[in-house]
């Protein structure tokens, strides 16, 4: 369409038009550029913000996933700790046992003497049951827990342990139990040795059981979970970014067409603006 008009400026309103669309098209590129990121509002993308967002909350998922199980691994390691000085406690008893078995050279006082020994020990091995926690969470008395290892709170994605209980009413074995070797007890050193040294290799035995499950379920299943999670979170943090992340090389381009354009659109509005005057002029 070509002439002169006074109504309307045709060429003013298409320049006008094409400097708001290139307008809109820096924008958005600096917008971009200023982020680095290629989605910053659903109508950049909204199937891409989608799939983005969506990958965003599996990474994070994921990550306290990660944190979880190293938190379960503690948990674990507090646990054997706790186990392995019990375990240390019950050797030194059995040592005492021994002696005290040995009546042709020990005398009742020498005997009571141990007695006394043993007695300090088994409260030391209730004091460390007792004490041995997690975040105010007993780790030694038989209590259940539940570990979450994945990202989706799913009984496959969780572990369920029941913790050892390794005070002295709950381990032995047929002839008596730890509490039995009290003072005054059944298996006491002074009243049966032979059932005392039963009963302290049968609990050194069971805690290292218990010690040989925790270290399996450290090996065999905490460890792997936290690399198979990171492997995982970094696939989906490539394929991510590949969908959010903004190419810079392509901003550039795109940078320097739009400006271009803008520019371009600015003078034909200013030729537009001309024309106008042009008629001004005539009808002078």
Request: aromatic share 2%; glycine share 8%.
């Amino acid at each position: 369409m070509s002439g002169l008009f006074i109504n309307t400026d045709v060429a003013g309103l298409a320049a006008t038009h094409q400097m708001s669309r290139a307008q809109g098209r820096l924008n958005n590129t600096l917008t971009q550029m200023s982020t680095g990121l290629a989605i910053n509002s659903g109508r950049d993308n909204p199937a891409g913000l989608i799939a983005s967002e969506l990958m965003r909350s599996d990474i994070a998922a994921m990550n306290q996933a990660i944190q979880n199980t190293q938190r379960a691994n503690s948990v674990m390691n507090i646990a054997e700790s706790g186990m392995r000085q019990i375990s240390s406690l019950l050797s030194d008893a059995r040592v005492l046992a021994v002696e005290a078995a040995n009546t042709g050279a020990m005398t009742p006082a020498m005997i009571e003497a141990n007695q006394m020994q043993m007695n300090a020990i088994l409260h030391s091995v209730n004091r460390i049951a007792q004490t041995t926690k997690y975040l105010d969470k007993p780790l030694l008395t038989g209590e259940n827990a539940v570990f979450q290892l994945g990202p989706d709170v799913v009984s496959s994605q969780q572990l369920a342990v029941t913790h050892p209980n390794v005070s002295t009413v709950a381990i032995g074995n047929a002839t008596g139990l730890l509490h039995d070797l009290f003072s005054g007890g059944s298996a006491s050193l002074a009243t049966n040795p032979a059932a005392a040294g039963s009963i302290l290799q049968s609990a050194i035995s069971s805690i290292a059981f218990s010690r040989g499950e925790i270290g399996t379920i450290q090996r065999s299943t905490f460890e792997p979970n936290i690399r198979v999670l990171q492997d995982t979170m970094t696939q989906v943090a490539g394929a991510e970014a590949l969908i959010s992340n903004a190419d810079f090389g392509v901003l550039a381009s795109r940078l320097a067409r739009d400006q271009i354009l803008f520019q371009t659109a600015a003078n034909s509005l200013g030729l537009a603006t001309m024309n106008r005057q042009m008629i001004a002029t005539l009808l002078g």
